[in-house]
Structure formats: C-alpha cells, structure tokens
C-alpha cells in the first residue's frame, strides 16, 4: 500500500537560517507531488507541484524553493527564512490509480 | 487560474440537524474533479468526497452528499445528522485535469456541533 512521510513534525528556526522539509511517497511510481502552505486557522495555499524528476511548477514566487531529485521525493527549501514563513507545511501526493490527492502529518514550522 | 471560493467562514449545527456548506469555484475547464476535505484538530486531512464534473450525478457518501451545478460551478456539502465528530475544518477543493493536475483550496469552513 502507498505510505507517504513527512518530516520533521515540527521545526523551530531562526530568522535567516536556512530550511529543508523533505517529503517521500511509498509503494507509488511517478506520482503528482504537492506543497502547500497552511498559516494558522486559514486555507490551504499551494506552494509548488510536480509532474516528474525536476520538474517543478511554482504558484507563489516567494522566498522557497521546491525540488524533485527522485520520482518519489520532494523538497522544499529556503536560503533565508523570514518570520512570514512560519506556518503548517503539508506535502501530498496523487497517482494515476487514485483520483483523490493524500496527504502527509504535515510541518509546524515557526521562524522566531 | 483557477480559483475555489467559500463564503462562509465558520458555520453550526445542533447535533442530528443538517447543514451545507457553500463552495464555488472559477474555471474555463470543461472536465475536473471537485472534493470535500476534512481536517480536524490533529490536522490530518481526510477525503469526505470526490465529484466528477462529467457526471451530472450528486456524489453521495454515508450522511455526505453534494449538490453539483455545473453551470452555476457551484458544489456545496450537504452533511445529514450531523455528529460531534464532524466538527472540523471543511475544504473545497478543485484539480484540474490539464498539465500538472493542479489541486487548489478553498479558504475552508469551520464547522461547529453543538449538543
């Protein structure tokens, strides 16, 4: 069955440090990756979505940046966090076997 | 782009009573997938239900159903007998079925239940 982790659960950082949220997708091939941005009592915001191995597409050009180094793995960094970067970070992923999009425990990242 | 909207941003219900919940979405899209989100307190986001936008049939699951006009691109959540473990964020949410199947949300509605 399809498993897909996400991590860490929760991250503390300072401003201008640099942020790496990896996501990997278990028991899938060549599956739609998802990034999305959850500040708090709010909606989900799509950050980046990918299709394949490198490529991304971006809906909110911004201080992150978002990678696929492998069919099952998804990335999503910064150089230099900013205190609006704080939020839940949830990754997700969709195959051609299921129509509906599964999502990840999630990020609670607060910049401080 | 394709936008997903929610008007409401906090509803009630008194436990056993219904409730809607209102999405509209803008698209140029002729074939999509439209779903319903759950997302209680632990965060966890939970499929309610999914519609295909060529089918002209409700999707119904269980206390869950939709009502879908395409026309309108409208879809609005109809939850029957309404229990205390259906409080929790309820999303809409629209992907497209072109390059990239881009699923984008609605701002979400808190749902209350009261006893």
């Known amino acids: 069955s399809q498993t897909i982790h996400q991590w860490p659960a929760t991250l503390v950082q300072p401003v201008g440090s640099p942020l790496s949220l990896e996501c990997t997708v278990e028991g899938t091939s060549n599956p739609n990756l998802y990034w999305y941005r959850q500040a708090a009592g709010r909606g989900l915001q799509l950050l980046f979505y990918?299709?394949?191995?490198?490529?991304i597409s971006s809906e909110v050009p911004q201080n992150l940046s978002a990678s696929r180094p492998q069919d099952r793995q998804f990335i999503l960094s910064s150089k230099k966090l900013l205190l609006s970067d704080s939020g839940f970070y949830l990754c997700?992923?969709?195959?051609?076997?299921?129509?509906?999009?599964?999502f990840g425990q999630g990020t609670r990242l607060t910049v401080v | 782009a394709q936008t997903v909207t929610q008007s409401q941003p906090e509803m009630s219900v008194q436990e056993a009573e219904t409730v809607t919940l209102s999405c509209t979405y803008d698209t140029s899209e002729s074939d999509y997938y439209l779903f319903w989100y759950k997302q209680p307190p632990s965060r966890q986001m939970i499929l309610v239900i999914r519609?295909?936008?060529?089918?002209?049939q409700n999707a119904t699951e269980n206390r869950f159903s939709v009502n879908f006009q395409k026309a309108a691109k409208s879809f609005s959540l109809k939850i029957s007998d309404s229990q205390l473990g259906d409080a929790a964020m309820y999303f809409c949410a629209y992907r497209s079925m072109e390059y990239g199947n881009k699923l984008v949300f609605g701002a979400g509605t808190i749902l209350r239940v009261k006893s």
């Open positions: 519609q295909e936008a060529y089918k002209q």
């Open positions: 990918s299709v394949g191995i490198g490529q």
């Open positions: 997700a992923w969709r195959d051609t076997l299921n129509t509906e999009a599964f």
